[in-house]
């Protein structure tokens, strides 16, 4: 009810959880798709696999998927992106303080075998890093752009007396080949730099004109499907 001078006028409200668009995907030529992203949430991954089975039915013969300024600490968003593009094996490993490892996500056998290409730099983080790695190390994707930001921690919240608590780093996520890249990211296939000169990175990103590492990528994916 909202009173207006002195009218009451009654109002009937639907909650609904909105379903924001977290996947963009465009067609960079007439056989090769690319595949950006905003942010990654728990609606990411589904997002990603509609258009990704929207992109099969269609004969789309290469992927160019870019994770640039991607971040999170959710390993089960990386591992259902990585999911349907892996064949059947382990996608993440922990490695503790001592380097004991433990297997932490597997993939299925159900794998689209579409040839790709990952955008990753600097601004590729956390888990967004892993799925990088995953791709890398199954041999199912060349990397084009530069080194990620290099933070695979693994973290604990403690709770302590007095209602404070306390952030532990525990572990470090490790990929396929049980490397971890917490210290010094996942490198590139092709290092190609980003010239930030030439305007703002929103601007830039999927700039068929502007973005360096984009260009390079599309020709590393082109060769791929001859």
């Not at 009218?7 to 996947?23: F, G, H, S």
């Not at 041999?139 to 080194?147: I, L, P």
């Not at 973290?155 to 608590?165: D, N, P, Q, R, V």
Request: glycine fraction near 10%.
């Amino acid at each position: 009810t909202i009173q207006q001078d002195s009218q009451e006028n009654n109002y009937e409200l639907t909650l609904r959880a909105i379903d924001v668009p977290t996947v963009k995907t465009t067609m960079a030529s007439d056989d090769i798709a690319y595949i950006s992203f905003t942010e990654w949430n728990g609606t990411t991954a589904d997002q990603f696999i509609a258009q990704l089975n929207t992109l099969k039915a269609q004969g789309v013969r290469g992927i160019l998927l870019d994770v640039r300024g991607i971040t999170s600490n959710e390993l089960s968003y990386a591992v259902r992106i990585a999911d349907p593009l892996l064949p059947s094996g382990t996608v993440a490993y922990s490695r503790d303080k001592i380097g004991s490892l433990t297997a932490v996500a597997q993939s299925d056998a159900n794998c689209w075998d579409v040839p790709m290409v990952v955008l990753a730099d600097e601004t590729t983080g956390g888990t967004a890093e892993l799925l990088v790695m995953a791709l890398q190390d199954f041999g199912r994707a060349k990397v084009v752009g530069g080194r990620t930001a290099g933070n695979g921690d693994i973290t604990e919240i403690f709770k302590l007396s007095g209602g404070s608590a306390i952030q532990v780093t525990t572990a470090q996520y490790a990929g396929p080949k049980q490397k971890t890249f917490g210290e010094h990211g996942v490198g590139p296939d092709y290092e190609v730099e980003l010239a930030a000169s030439e305007g703002s990175r929103s601007d830039i990103l999927g700039n068929a004109e502007l973005d360096a590492p984009y260009k390079k990528a599309m020709e590393v994916l082109a060769a791929a499907i001859r």
